[in-house]
């Protein structure tokens, strides 16, 4: 008898929990969580193309002492104003295009307290950081899309009156990740949240809450404190379970163990359940809601506790179109995981990158299921390992952030990588290193290596990668980048065979009320885009291992790459709802199919 191959929302196999816990990211997990207060708000910015600041050292923000005295920057008179958070891009003018350094600045209140730590946490900068305060260079970050912090307690002014500077860089480089070309605008600045945290001096610094594997009212539980010692007890609870189970920690300041919760519900795609978890220690006491559910593939289907789920999906950037700039706010979550929701979908691809834990906590508390990527995009360095050093530590702060969301289904660790054998190894390492940190979800990658092979009659691939992940996901763009070699229906796919195969990128461009031939492509009409749509379609409904479908893409985004002066004017225009917000014709046909397949429709 065959039997499924079942994941729990387990995040870290305790046998490889210090993966994170010892040599991580040094994340508080559950930031938003804790006692804090925010830095959001206007900071003074200076604009660096020839990168002076350094040589000038702006950052420690000095005034004139004499009558001879004086520095050619200054954070106060008539200095530029940006939100935080916010990129520098959609907020002048003369920054739209900007690739640089911008130095930001704001003074803050704080003060050492004796048993406490003050901890400074950034939800994203993008792309290079480096933090300054009250003149000490004191942290570093590189990547625009995955948390980073750094304890100040021992840098706070001891009158209370603080200068915070960071020196943000979004300047493309062939090391990078993403590396020089990349098809979405390359937004610059504070782009997330900035909180200072107050933590105990002893303080629950991480922790993990999921089911037991092969259970559905287990919970299995792992603490870990912000200082080794042995022997601190710690309860883990779920007060409206009455559940409750005291572990002791171990010389490492680790304690693990489990405990029954009795009529525990598990959360679903479209019935989400969410539960306060209590985790207290003698001097600390965290509060998050947390889901449970199972995961898991049979064959080529994918399962969520225990039944197959078609995964009807969209992806969408990290944009409001409408305002031209990042998505940084609850209220621009709001916009975005309404809209998704509104097309039908119970799952979301946050291509290409992990995106704010506004999206992502909302998509959970409306019971929307996640794929989340890191932006190992086309054109990596594959040959350094410097680059694959940065792509693991990447996947490694995303993963932290997120373990706790049970509505994570998917790790991905690349989009449309050419087969090499520099990158097989790139990627493998990559797999290895998800797999080692969390064991409960399903790793994949998109590939668009695909063709139609007209000896054997269908579309496949040669790839060496596929073999290793749990669930295969292919972008292919047939009737935009590539002809129809015969009528839709008629097409056959071999790829990936015995795997549950995702089409995770498809679709054409449509300029939002342009009328035309549904035809032509060249008329960027939506009657094109609808009939394309409805052509894909078709020919998905006969890959024999279909397990869901992922449009690209839900918004018209901002990109460099597109040209046509008409048409796109700067906007990749493949968004089944344009840039001021208006639905698309190939919009209901997405929704209608949607809605069939969620009633059933084979």
């Given at each position: 008898?065959?039997?499924?191959?079942?994941?729990?929302?387990?995040?870290?196999?305790?046998?490889?929990?210090?993966?994170?816990?010892?040599?991580?990211?040094?994340?508080?997990?559950?930031?938003?969580?804790?006692?804090?207060?925010?830095?959001?708000?206007?900071?003074?910015?200076?604009?660096?193309?020839?990168?002076?600041?350094?040589?000038?050292?702006?950052?420690?923000?000095?005034?004139?002492?004499?009558?001879?005295?004086?520095?050619?920057?200054?954070?106060?008179?008539?200095?530029?104003?940006?939100?935080?958070?916010?990129?520098?891009?959609?907020?002048?003018?003369?920054?739209?295009?900007?690739?640089?350094?911008?130095?930001?600045?704001?003074?803050?209140?704080?003060?050492?307290?004796?048993?406490?730590?003050?901890?400074?946490?950034?939800?994203?900068?993008?792309?290079?950081?480096?933090?300054?305060?009250?003149?000490?260079?004191?942290?570093?970050?590189?990547?625009?899309?995955?948390?980073?912090?750094?304890?100040?307690?021992?840098?706070?002014?001891?009158?209370?009156?603080?200068?915070?500077?960071?020196?943000?860089?979004?300047?493309?480089?062939?090391?990078?990740?993403?590396?020089?070309?990349?098809?979405?605008?390359?937004?610059?600045?504070?782009?997330?949240?900035?909180?200072?945290?107050?933590?105990?001096?002893?303080?629950?610094?991480?922790?993990?809450?999921?089911?037991?594997?092969?259970?559905?009212?287990?919970?299995?539980?792992?603490?870990?404190?912000?200082?080794?010692?042995?022997?601190?007890?710690?309860?883990?609870?779920?007060?409206?379970?009455?559940?409750?189970?005291?572990?002791?920690?171990?010389?490492?300041?680790?304690?693990?163990?489990?405990?029954?919760?009795?009529?525990?519900?598990?959360?679903?795609?479209?019935?989400?359940?969410?539960?306060?978890?209590?985790?207290?220690?003698?001097?600390?006491?965290?509060?998050?809601?947390?889901?449970?559910?199972?995961?898991?593939?049979?064959?080529?289907?994918?399962?969520?506790?225990?039944?197959?789920?078609?995964?009807?999906?969209?992806?969408?950037?990290?944009?409001?179109?409408?305002?031209?700039?990042?998505?940084?706010?609850?209220?621009?979550a709001v916009q975005l995981v309404g809209e998704a929701e509104a097309l039908g979908v119970n799952m979301i691809r946050t291509a290409h990158y992990p995106q704010n834990e506004h999206i992502v906590r909302l998509a959970e508390e409306r019971g929307i299921l996640l794929w989340e990527e890191i932006p190992v995009w086309q054109g990596i360095s594959f040959t350094d390992s410097a680059t694959l050093a940065k792509a693991q530590r990447m996947m490694t702060e995303m993963i932290t952030r997120d373990k706790n969301r049970c509505a994570v289904a998917f790790w991905s660790v690349a989009n449309e990588t050419r087969p090499s054998p520099e990158r097989d190894r790139f990627v493998k390492a990559l797999i290895d290193t998800v797999r080692a940190l969390d064991s409960s979800r399903l790793v994949t990658a998109a590939f668009d290596n695909i063709g139609y092979d007209k000896k054997s009659g269908t579309f496949t691939g040669a790839d060496n990668i596929p073999s290793l992940l749990d669930v295969v996901a292919v972008n292919k763009y047939m009737g935009w980048y590539a002809p129809w070699p015969l009528d839709p229906e008629?097409?056959?796919?071999?790829?990936?065979?015995?795997?549950?195969?995702?089409?995770?990128?498809?679709?054409?461009?449509?300029?939002?009320?342009?009328?035309?031939?549904?035809?032509?492509?060249?008329?960027?009409?939506?009657?094109?885009?609808?009939?394309?749509?409805?052509?894909?379609?078709?020919?998905?409904?006969?890959?024999?291992?279909?397990?869901?479908?992922?449009?690209?893409?839900?918004?018209?985004?901002?990109?460099?790459?597109?040209?046509?002066?008409?048409?796109?004017?700067?906007?990749?225009?493949?968004?089944?709802?344009?840039?001021?917000?208006?639905?698309?014709?190939?919009?209901?046909?997405?929704?209608?199919?949607?809605?069939?397949?969620?009633?059933?429709?084979?």
């Amino acid at each position: 008898m065959k039997f499924p191959r079942i994941f729990t929302l387990s995040v870290l196999l305790s046998l490889l929990a210090p993966a994170i816990a010892a040599g991580g990211p040094g994340l508080t997990v559950n930031a938003y969580g804790r006692s804090h207060v925010s830095l959001n708000g206007k900071w003074s910015a200076i604009p660096d193309l020839y990168d002076q600041g350094r040589r000038m050292e702006v950052y420690k923000n000095r005034t004139p002492q004499g009558n001879t005295d004086f520095y050619e920057y200054s954070f106060d008179t008539g200095c530029l104003r940006l939100d935080v958070p916010g990129d520098w891009n959609s907020q002048t003018p003369e920054l739209k295009y900007y690739e640089g350094t911008v130095w930001y600045a704001r003074p803050f209140e704080a003060r050492a307290i004796p048993g406490r730590r003050s901890v400074l946490h950034f939800a994203g900068v993008s792309y290079r950081a480096t933090v300054y305060l009250n003149g000490n260079e004191i942290a570093s970050h590189e990547g625009s899309f995955t948390p980073f912090e750094v304890d100040v307690t021992d840098f706070l002014s001891s009158d209370g009156k603080n200068f915070l500077v960071v020196e943000a860089n979004n300047r493309r480089t062939p090391d990078a990740i993403p590396a020089e070309s990349f098809d979405w605008w390359n937004y610059g600045g504070i782009t997330r949240d900035v909180l200072l945290l107050d933590l105990p001096e002893r303080h629950v610094s991480d922790y993990t809450v999921r089911l037991a594997p092969g259970t559905s009212d287990i919970v299995e539980a792992e603490v870990v404190l912000s200082k080794p010692e042995g022997g601190v007890p710690v309860d883990v609870a779920i007060p409206s379970l009455k559940s409750k189970v005291t572990l002791t920690t171990d010389a490492d300041g680790r304690a693990t163990g489990r405990f029954r919760a009795k009529g525990l519900k598990l959360w679903a795609p479209g019935a989400p359940v969410l539960y306060d978890v209590v985790v207290a220690s003698p001097a600390d006491t965290v509060t998050e809601r947390i889901g449970f559910r199972t995961l898991g593939v049979d064959g080529t289907k994918i399962l969520v506790n225990g039944r197959p789920e078609f995964m009807r999906s969209i992806s969408f950037h990290e944009e409001i179109p409408q305002r031209r700039g990042r998505a940084c706010t609850m209220q621009d979550a709001v916009q975005l995981v309404g809209e998704a929701e509104a097309l039908g979908v119970n799952m979301i691809r946050t291509a290409h990158y992990p995106q704010n834990e506004h999206i992502v906590r909302l998509a959970e508390e409306r019971g929307i299921l996640l794929w989340e990527e890191i932006p190992v995009w086309q054109g990596i360095s594959f040959t350094d390992s410097a680059t694959l050093a940065k792509a693991q530590r990447m996947m490694t702060e995303m993963i932290t952030r997120d373990k706790n969301r049970c509505a994570v289904a998917f790790w991905s660790v690349a989009n449309e990588t050419r087969p090499s054998p520099e990158r097989d190894r790139f990627v493998k390492a990559l797999i290895d290193t998800v797999r080692a940190l969390d064991s409960s979800r399903l790793v994949t990658a998109a590939f668009d290596n695909i063709g139609y092979d007209k000896k054997s009659g269908t579309f496949t691939g040669a790839d060496n990668i596929p073999s290793l992940l749990d669930v295969v996901a292919v972008n292919k763009y047939m009737g935009w980048y590539a002809p129809w070699p015969l009528d839709p229906e008629k097409c056959v796919w071999d790829f990936a065979s015995g795997k549950p195969l995702l089409i995770s990128e498809f679709g054409g461009e449509a300029l939002y009320g342009q009328s035309g031939s549904e035809d032509i492509a060249s008329s960027w009409s939506e009657e094109y885009q609808e009939r394309l749509y409805r052509d894909n379609l078709a020919m998905m409904s006969r890959i024999p291992n279909l397990a869901g479908i992922s449009p690209w893409v839900l918004y018209d985004f901002r990109s460099p790459f597109r040209f046509h002066p008409l048409n796109q004017e700067g906007w990749n225009r493949k968004g089944l709802v344009g840039d001021r917000g208006d639905r698309k014709k190939a919009w209901h046909v997405m929704h209608d199919f949607y809605m069939s397949k969620k009633n059933g429709a084979q």
